[in-house]
């Protein structure tokens, strides 16, 4: 990846080898290779069979978890925060186990309504709850740095799967409480 981006720097005309550019090829390719490691994590590997026997059948919920990801149009950040719930039905997930879920999915090219998605499927097929919900609201530079250089705007996409995309009532009652 190195010689690629000195390729970069070399196309915009400035000069790798310039005292503060000597080492940015390397830099660069490394600080890529940390914001697209979720490439190198899996479902099962993150989970680390950390589901457990509950009773709990009523709505749990993890909110503003900060999640920064890279538009696959632009290769540009995007960020901002997930807010994941779901009823369990007799199992329930390890609490940090689904930031690192966000994170493993965040951590790939991404287009934010592809990583609500994944994020909603991935808890539901993990936790076979009664529902999940995803809402994710992000901030994406391809929008601020270029193009409509819009600097307020904020993207929000929701994924509703089960009851809480079947139940009124428990959609209600998710989007009141992350709110």
């Known amino acids: 990846m190195e010689q690629y981006y000195r390729k970069i720097i070399e196309g915009i005309g400035?000069?790798?080898?310039?005292?503060?550019?000597?080492?940015?090829?390397?830099?660069?390719?490394?600080?890529?290779?940390?914001?697209t490691q979720?490439?190198?994590k899996n479902l099962q590997d993150i989970v680390n069979n950390a589901i457990y026997a509950s009773k709990n059948d009523e709505m749990v919920i993890v909110k503003n978890i900060e999640l920064y990801s890279l538009c696959e149009h632009?290769?540009?950040?995007?960020?901002?925060?997930?807010?994941?719930?779901?009823?369990?039905k007799g199992?329930?997930?390890?609490?940090?186990?689904?930031?690192?879920?966000?994170?493993?999915y965040a951590r790939r090219l991404q287009v934010q309504e592809d990583l609500t998605r994944q994020i909603a499927r991935s808890l539901m097929d993990v936790t076979h709850a009664w529902g999940v919900g995803v809402v994710i609201e992000a901030q994406h530079l391809c929008m601020m740095m270029r193009g409509v250089e819009?600097?307020?705007?904020?993207?929000?996409?929701?994924?509703?799967?089960?009851?809480?995309?079947?139940?009124?009532?428990?959609?209600?009652?998710?989007?009141?409480?992350?709110?």
Request: with cysteine; proline share 5%; glycine share 8%.
């Open 14 to 35: 400035e000069d790798p080898d310039r005292e503060g550019l000597v080492k940015t090829p390397f830099r660069a390719a490394r600080a890529f290779e940390f914001m």
């Open 150 to 179: 819009k600097q307020n705007s904020v993207m929000k996409t929701s994924c509703l799967l089960g009851s809480f995309r079947d139940k009124e009532a428990t959609r209600k009652e998710f989007l009141t409480l992350i709110q």
């Open 91 to 104: 199992k329930i997930i390890g609490l940090s186990k689904i930031a690192r879920i966000v994170d493993m």
């Open 74 to 88: 632009h290769l540009l950040p995007f960020f901002g925060r997930a807010h994941v719930g779901y009823i369990p």
């Open 38 to 40: 979720g490439y190198k």
